[in-house]
């Protein structure tokens, strides 16, 4: 970044105190860094980003990759603060360092933070860089798995931040139903079928919407799970109120 510790940048150099010192203090009378403190306590920033730009040029996508997996491995190893604090810095630099399976982990994680504080839109952006990680995995059950997680917080991010109808909406979960007929099993379809039905519904698809409230339905008598029964059985309600079916949604509302 345009700004750095001289405690973080010495494990990263892996130089003799002396010459990382030298080093730093050539490129500050330079007037391409300004110091304050004195080391090990001082801290550095760039007097630009362009000179930051320039300095990153320079360098060889090899002797790149090897500096930001440094990095990464510096911050995991000294700096837990900030790591619990800004994991998608850990995910930009394993990502740069050509780590996908690292990366995406930590894409994950933030983005599970940005939802939290309800930065939507940054949490979209985390979960984008993520999937384009997870992607260059091999395809595998437990990628499928990891896919589906993203998948469906990704949906969710887009509901929030976009509208229920947006189009981010429905490719997110159209994914995740397709991994879950991959991976098999019942415990993820509920909660994906039901972000489904909510875009179809909201987007004015009410007869598709209805076919989801009904799969949706199945799903929930499978599950014996009475928050499912009671999501299933109000998708059927009120799909079956805007298709005018008053007798079917009235049945579906005295279930709950």
């Given amino acids: 970044g345009r700004e750095f510790t001289y405690e973080m940048i010495d494990p990263v150099a892996q130089q003799p105190a002396a010459t990382l010192r030298a080093g730093l203090d050539r490129l500050s009378g330079a007037g391409l860094l300004f110091c304050r403190g004195l080391p090990p306590h ?15 040029g320079t360098l060889l996508r090899g002797r790149r990759q090897e500096l930001h997996a440094r990095v990464a491995a510096v911050l995991e190893q000294h700096f837990a603060e900030v790591v619990e604090r800004q994991p998608e810095l850990l995910g930009r630099h394993l990502t740069l360092a050509g780590l996908p399976a690292q990366a995406v982990a930590y894409w994950h994680q933030a983005s ?28 595998s059950p437990d990628r499928a798995k990891q896919e589906l997680t993203i998948q469906r917080l990704l949906g969710q991010a887009n509901m929030a931040a976009r509208g229920y109808a947006s189009p981010g909406v ?15 099993g019942d415990d993820s379809v509920g909660p994906v079928l039901f972000g489904i039905w909510i875009f179809g519904l909201t987007a004015g698809d ?17 599950s014996r799970n009475t928050g499912a029964r009671i999501a299933a059985n109000c998708a059927v309600g009120i799909s079956s109120v805007h298709l005018a079916k008053l007798g ?7 279930k709950f």
């Fill in 170 to 184: 429905i490719q997110a979960f159209s994914r995740a139903r397709e991994l879950c007929a991959v991976i098999g």
């Fill in 42 to 56: 001082s801290s550095y920033l760039f007097k630009h980003a362009l000179v930051l730009d320039a300095a990153y």
């Fill in 112 to 139: 599970e933070r940005a939802v939290q504080r309800s930065a939507n839109e940054e949490a979209i952006g985390h979960l984008t860089a993520g999937l384009t990680q997870l992607h260059k995995l091999p395809e």
């Fill in 206 to 222: 009410h007869k598709d919407a209805e076919t989801t409230a009904n799969e949706l339905l199945e799903w929930a008598g499978r």
């Fill in 248 to 254: 079917r949604a009235r049945e579906h509302f005295d």
